[in-house]
């Protein structure tokens, strides 16, 4: 036999996509503080970089030969603009510039700083682009490095030039000196004076060719003039490029946040970490101090309504899928404190009770406040016509229109925990029903001999909520497997609705103007009264 064929279900990426998306959305925190700090990224942009302004002036560098050099190398390769690029960026020009626009050599550094040398199009031209605050200033940075490069390069020619004229005027006064002696001796051999003075007339027109040489390094073929427009993108541009950033940004921070998060967010990472279906996900319905039995209660609001049918469905589930049998006993327990563990015990109990089963809640955590104080139970008058039986030292709640069911409370935990459950279970028992007893006991993980009883129940409920983290619903599972007992799945709370701060503050507005009605209307009361005894 051939197994199932693969299903590929392409609706699965989507409902992916959509739980990353809900997962970001959590940490909205952490995306307003990327926004924001792009938002003052690009304002401080804006605000440091509207007011700069850059100016251009373009010099061609001249070939200078070398004096000594061949007249056969091409003009282009007897520069090296590089060289050259660098030597126009360097302290030493900017001090010239610092000369020229009347400044000391200790502005110099912060003069080259704002200066930038470009080679456009690899050509012979030098473009000196020179960054201030002031149009003028720009214009005029970008004229004294163009004038201090030409300066420069026209002294190291120069250099050159005098450097080659020296050591060709000391070969001829010693070629002088050498005919004077063969002159005086009256040597009648002329051909070695005739070769020396020979030599001096070819060195002499060599200096005079190089004495004669442009020393100039270049013109200036473009000035630098004062800018209309500041330089680089505009105000708005860098406040939406600094948004984008920041979006981007807090979508970054967010994704690190959800990464590093410790927590069980969604039903996906509880179902992973637990290793076992989620049963039931109960929506936010009530807040903190209400009654915790929602089940049965006709009046409330449209959340509660919604919690109750999460109830019910969850009930439903684990009626048809593990009290099929008939009698069973459910441990709802929660890894760490929490109080939803009781209320979905007593939620389950009811929604039990109205599917027709007879329920027992047993209230074994006496680290919690009592469910008897907050559930509402049936008056010792009314019980004398009651058909549910009750355990020992139990009484009875209302369910109001889901029925009624047996409560019990013991303060002990372990093996004696599990008779009193067992003595609860057959003194409700009778010879038609099929009762169920629901055990709401301490945190497994804070107090591990409630294992004891997970042995020899039907099935454990784990309860999470927001804060639970995943290694705590591993250790869960562990424990739960090693001691044996059946591991049924887990339901999500998603917690208590949480009133706002500005629903608060809109309350205290709405009190504060009504008190302020109220006041004039007593303060005209009371003028009235005066001036009417003043009358009379």
């Not at 002031?134 to 163009?146: H, K, L, Q, S, V």
């Not at 860098?238 to 940004?249: F, Y």
């Not at 327990?333 to 047993?362: I, K, S, W």
């Amino acid at each position: 036999m051939t197994g199932p064929l693969p299903f590929d279900d392409r609706f699965d990426e989507p409902e992916q996509l959509r739980e990353q998306l809900r997962l970001l959305l959590r940490h909205r925190v952490a995306m307003a503080l990327g926004v924001v700090l792009g938002l003052l990224g690009g304002l401080a942009v804006a605000w440091y970089g509207t007011g700069t302004y850059s100016s251009a002036s373009d010099v061609l560098v001249r070939a200078g030969a070398d004096p000594f050099g061949s007249v056969n190398v091409p003009a282009d390769n007897q520069i090296s603009m590089s060289t050259e690029q660098q030597i126009a960026a360097s302290a030493a020009v900017a001090v010239r510039a610092a000369h020229t626009l009347g400044q000391p050599d200790s502005r110099a550094a912060t003069l080259q700083s704002r200066l930038r040398v470009t080679n456009p199009g690899k050509s012979q031209v030098l473009r000196f682009e020179f960054t201030a605050r002031d149009p003028g200033r720009a214009a005029r940075g970008a004229n004294a490095f163009a004038e201090a490069y030409l300066a420069d390069r026209k002294s190291r020619d120069e250099s050159a030039v005098q450097r080659a004229v020296g050591g060709m005027k000391q070969q001829i006064a010693a070629l002088t000196r050498q005919v004077k002696k063969d002159s005086e001796k009256d040597s009648e051999d002329d051909s070695g004076t005739s070769a020396a003075k020979s030599e001096i007339s070819s060195l002499r027109k060599r200096v005079s060719e190089i004495s004669s040489r442009d020393t100039d390094g270049g013109d200036i073929v473009r000035r630098a003039t004062a800018p209309t427009r500041p330089s680089g993108p505009g105000p708005r541009t860098l406040i939406v490029l600094g948004l984008a950033c920041g979006a981007v940004l807090g979508v970054l921070l967010a994704w690190l946040c959800s990464a590093l998060d410790r927590r069980a967010r969604s039903a996906r990472e509880v179902q992973a970490a637990l290793r076992a279906p989620v049963l039931g996900v109960l929506p936010r319905g009530r807040r903190t101090g209400d009654a915790p039995l929602t089940v049965g209660r006709t009046a409330g609001a449209r959340s509660q309504a919604y919690r109750s049918q999460a109830y019910r469905s969850l009930a439903y589930r684990l009626a048809h899928a593990w009290l099929s049998g008939g009698t069973g006993c459910l441990l709802v327990v929660a890894p760490r404190r929490h109080d939803a563990a009781g209320t979905v015990a007593a939620n389950l109990a009811a929604a039990f009770a109205e599917c027709g089963r007879q329920a027992v809640l047993v209230d074994a955590d006496p680290d919690a406040p009592a469910l008897a104080d907050r559930l509402p139970l049936v008056p010792e008058a009314e019980r004398a016509g009651q058909e549910t039986p009750l355990p020992e030292g139990g009484v009875l709640v209302d369910a109001g229109s889901a029925g009624r069911f047996a409560l019990c409370s013991s303060d002990r935990t372990g093996a004696p925990l599990q008779a009193d459950v067992s003595r609860a279970t057959e003194q409700v028992a009778s010879g038609t029903g099929s009762p169920v007893t629901v055990v709401a006991t301490r945190p497994l993980l804070e107090h591990p001999n409630a294992l004891a009883l997970a042995e020899h129940v039907g099935g454990v409920l784990v309860v999470t909520g927001r804060d639970t983290r995943r290694e705590d619903l591993r250790q869960v599972s562990d424990l739960i497997g090693c001691s044996g007992g059946l591991l049924l799945g887990a339901v999500v709370d998603t917690g208590p609705v949480r009133r706002g701060r500005y629903a608060a503050v809109l309350r205290r507005l709405r009190r504060r103007s009504r008190t302020e009605s109220v006041l004039p209307a007593a303060q005209r009361a009371g003028q009235h009264d005066t001036l009417t005894v003043s009358r009379r």
